[in-house]
Structures are given as C-alpha cells and as structure tokens.
Nanobody, 114 residues
Framework: QVQPVESGGGLVQAGGSLRLSCVASGSIFSIMVMGWYRQAPGQQRELVGTITGGGSTNYADSKKGRFTISRDNAKSTVYLQMASLKPEDTAVYYC????????WGQGTRVTVSS
C-alpha cells in the first residue's frame, strides 16, 4: 500500500508563504483523491481541503482564501500553497490518500512565528 510522503515544512514568519509537497508514488496516482489535513498542538486533526484526480478542489470553510491545493499527476505530487500565514496556522500538516484506499503520511511540521 502506498504511503504519501510530505515535505516542505519549516519555520516561517507571520505573513509569509510556504508550499508543502506530498508524493504518493504509484501508477494510479492520477485517479487518487487526495487531502490535506492539519493538527495544531492540543487540537484535533482537521481538514484543510481535498483534490480529485482531475484537479477539482474543495476546502474547509475556514481555509478558503489563503490555502490552495493543486497537483501534478506527472510527478505524483500534490501541493498545498499557504499564504499570509498566521501563528495559528502552526501545526503538523498531513497528506492523505482518500481514495481508492486510505493512507496517511507522517506529516510535516509548520511553525509560524509572530
């Protein structure tokens, strides 16, 4: 079973931008429905948004506007572009294969300093 692998986390100042990447190797990547989630310290994991194989996206209401999910099927990669970051965006960000099977990555930590 394929496990997605996230990268791109780190420390960024408030107001800055960051792009996370998630690689999910496999010949069926182009049909995978993928999702980005995050878990802030002491909080439950929450959905950021999802993207279908064809590139259709859906975002949690609170994430619309500053977060953009995209994918490059040729590279088996999904991206999460984050802009105007705030300290409350500090979290571990997880990539998930939602369909055709469920698989979570290990997460990448994003810290936004004020």
């Amino acid at each position: 079973q394929v496990q997605p692998v996230e990268s791109g986390g780190g420390l960024v100042q408030a107001g800055g931008s960051l792009r996370l990447s998630c690689v999910a190797s496999g010949s069926i990547f182009s049909i995978m429905v993928m999702g980005w989630y995050r878990q802030a310290p002491g909080q439950q994991r929450e959905l950021v948004g999802t993207i279908t194989g064809g590139g259709s996206t859906n975002y949690a209401d609170s994430k619309k506007g500053r977060f953009t999910i995209s994918r490059d099927n040729a590279k088996s990669t999904v991206y999460l572009q984050m802009a105007s970051l705030k300290p409350e965006d500090t979290a571990v960000y997880y990539c998930r294969i939602i369909s055709p099977f469920n698989s979570w990555g290990q997460g990448t930590r994003v810290t936004v300093s004020s």
